[in-house]
């Protein structure tokens, strides 16, 4: 269910207060070490990649000479599926936490909202509201009273 324009709005005054309150806590939170790491899962795996791949034509030049060394062809074929999952995996999340999503926070703190699952539709301008945060949460009660008839 997407956010309805108040609450994405009251997000936005979170984060600005967290910013205020906690810069540390809000670096932490902005998502860059998750790049970082998904960049190192990215690099380890295909390390282990290449290993895989020498681990398999060990096994198959051996047991060439040998049927005792089936075995760790498999195994080499084994770490090879699991380096390129780990890949695969890791550049997604490095591909979606890269996309820009569009920003609604104050833009030097850096926080981004994302459009709560719309996609592809314009943002309507909002209207500004002069009353606490009581008042508005009164209001938005009294509105969906009125269009669920009464209920």
Do not use: Y
């Not at 269910?1 to 709005?9: A, D, F, G, I, Y």
């Not at 000479?65 to 999952?85: H, K, P, Q, Y």
């Not at 539709?121 to 008839?149: K, V």
């Amino acid at each position: 269910m997407p956010l309805s324009e108040e609450e994405l709005r009251l997000l936005e005054q979170m984060e600005r207060a967290l910013v205020e309150e906690d810069p540390k806590l809000a670096s932490t939170l902005r998502g860059t070490s998750l790049r970082r790491s998904a960049r190192r899962r990215a690099i380890f795996s295909g390390v282990c990649f290449v290993l895989g791949i020498a681990v398999l034509m060990t096994g198959a030049v051996l047991s060439g000479n040998d049927s005792r060394f089936w075995a760790l062809g498999i195994a080499g074929f084994v770490i090879m599926l699991g380096s390129a999952t780990i890949a695969v995996t890791a550049i997604r999340g490095q591909q979606s936490g890269s996309a820009e999503p569009r920003s609604h926070g104050h833009p030097a703190h850096g926080f981004t909202v994302i459009d709560g699952g719309r996609s592809g539709r314009t943002r309507r301008s909002r209207r500004s509201s002069s009353g606490s945060f009581m008042e508005r949460m009164e209001q938005r009660w009294r509105r969906r009273r009125e269009e669920n008839g009464g209920f």
